[in-house]
């Protein structure tokens, strides 16, 4: 029988995996990606939830077309006003049905056509992991030959990790490579998440509060570089204040029971000072380069000699501006 009559068959009734796809103005990348999709090989009931957030080019018309070519497989919500993007992808997983969620966004596609299948029989092997993720590569569109694996240059994470390793190794998990038990996702998030940059990192803490996460040494993810993708669009300053506020948050959220690890900030710190001695605020350079000098017991011994010639570097870049 063909993959996709199977799951023609296999959508009649509920599904065991969701696929959370969400796109906004990924025009030139979303067939692909829908594509990659739809060519998994899969012994289970399987829906692709895709959520378009009003995009302003031809997306929802594809999304509606691969809908309608698909209609027991694909469930699409056309958005009919911009959510945001931590909104939308909060929302489209509470839209899935399935006991296992698969996240995606139009921008990316798998190459293993196998993925879900694997990741879904690891949770059914493995019932103490509340998320499994994979290995994966990013690619840059204007050199496509280029490819820089996630775990190339970085040790792998153990087999099988729990939430202390998690936070005080901060491992590389991409969320195009997860798999999660729907039953772990958390039922309200705090307002704090829905600006926040790094909003995936915040979801891997929400969720492997109720399980451990287990990484499987497969490459099933091309993760695409390029300059129409979210996260290029935001400044190197707001950025890192994003992240001062997340880790912040976070600490919070986590009753500061990792305070020890989260408190120093101090690379944070250290780069955003270097952000606003490069611009000429010599203020909030002495501020936030302060706040770094304080923390850094936490961080490795400073190279005080290293950190003058910075120091003289971004100055005279300054002044000669």
Known sequence: MSRTGFNYICSMSQPKVSVSLITYNHEKYIAACLDSLIMQKVSFTLEIVVSDDYSTDRTPEIVAEYAARYPNLIKPILRKKNLGMVKNALDTIKNCSGEYIALMEGDDFWIDENKLQIQSDYLDRNTDCAICFTDGYLFFENDPGKKQFFYSTV????????????????????????????????????????????????????????????????????????????????????????????ISEVNKYLGYKYNDVFKSLWWEHRELSFVYLQKGNLAKFLRYYWKYILAWRNADKINFRDELWRIKNALFGWVSK
């Open 155 to 246: 040790q792998k994470p153990p087999a099988k990790f729990d939430l202390d390793f998690f936070i005080k190794n901060n491992p590389v998990m991409s969320n195009n490579t997860k798999m999660f038990r729907s039953e772990v996702q958390p039922d309200s998030f705090p307002e704090w998440i829905y600006p926040c940059i790094n909003w995936d990192w915040v979801l891997h803490i929400m969720q492997a509060l109720k399980g451990k996460i287990g990484f499987i040494d497969v490459v099933t993810l091309a993760y695409r570089r390029h300059p129409e993708a979210a996260f290029n669009s935001k400044s190197e300053e707001l950025i890192l204040l994003n992240g001062i506020t997340a």
